[in-house]
């Protein structure tokens, strides 16, 4: 048991560009979740996969936001077109069902 | 909605001294309840939690349980330690049980 892994740990760009994630979950954890954390304040769910189906996404989660798990193991969060009030810290998260979370140590995004 | 308010931070003790951190809900139904800490550079961790009214769950000498006449979920410890330094988010599973809502944080600082 590695942990879930999130690359990059640190991300910064500018205004308008694009921007990929990626997550490695805890292998056999068929649920992987995406958060979102800014300064002060908690965890906001974004969206969550069983396998490789996308179950749920928080109306957070605008246009510009896309998250594939293509085969059911990583996850990768995209966001295009950042904004400066996309500058947070992305959360990723694994488990199996029904059972505790595990939380990647996050990438912080800073946008310019 | 569903949502978690937890005391303001940050909470300032001394080594040995009792901990409480208060968290109060609003959810519809029943809601399971956690407590999770975030220790500085390391992702978030369950440290706690109880699934139904009167439950307490315990973890590391830390306590909560779910009281449901008064929506609240106190985190106690009797005698804290520096280690025990970190961020202390509350929180509830949504009504489907997949997505959580957090709190905004307290941050604990325990000195010697």
């Known amino acids: 048991d590695t942990g879930v892994s999130q690359n990059p740990r640190h991300k910064i760009t500018k205004r308008g560009q694009n921007v990929t994630f990626r997550c490695d979950p805890i292998s056999e954890h068929n649920r992987l979740y995406w958060y979102r954390q800014t300064l002060g304040q908690g965890p906001e769910f974004l969206t969550y996969f069983q396998n490789e189906a996308q179950l749920e996404k928080s109306r957070l989660l605008s246009d510009r936001f896309s998250a594939e798990r293509p085969k059911g193991s990583f996850s990768t969060l995209e966001i295009q077109r950042t904004e400066q009030g996309d500058s947070a810290m992305y959360l990723c998260?694994?488990?199996?069902?029904?059972?505790?979370?595990?939380f990647g140590s996050g990438t912080q995004l800073s946008v310019l | 909605g569903d949502s978690v308010t937890q005391m303001e931070g940050p909470v300032t003790l001394s080594e040995e001294a009792f901990l409480t951190i208060n968290c109060t809900y609003t959810?519809?139904?029943?809601?399971?309840l956690f407590w999770y800490v975030q220790y500085p550079g390391e992702g978030l961790q369950l440290l706690l939690k109880?699934?139904?009214?009167?439950d307490k769950g315990s973890n590391k000498g830390f306590e909560a349980t779910y009281r449901k006449e008064t929506t609240s979920f106190h985190l106690e410890k009797g005698s804290v330690q520096v280690s025990d330094s970190a961020v202390y988010f509350c929180a509830l599973s949504d009504q489907a049980g997949t997505a959580l809502i957090f709190g905004k944080g307290t941050t604990l600082s325990v000195s010697s």
């Open positions: 998260a694994s488990s199996r069902l029904n059972e505790k979370l595990f």
């Open positions: 109880a699934t139904k009214a009167d």
């Open positions: 959810a519809t139904g029943y809601p399971s």
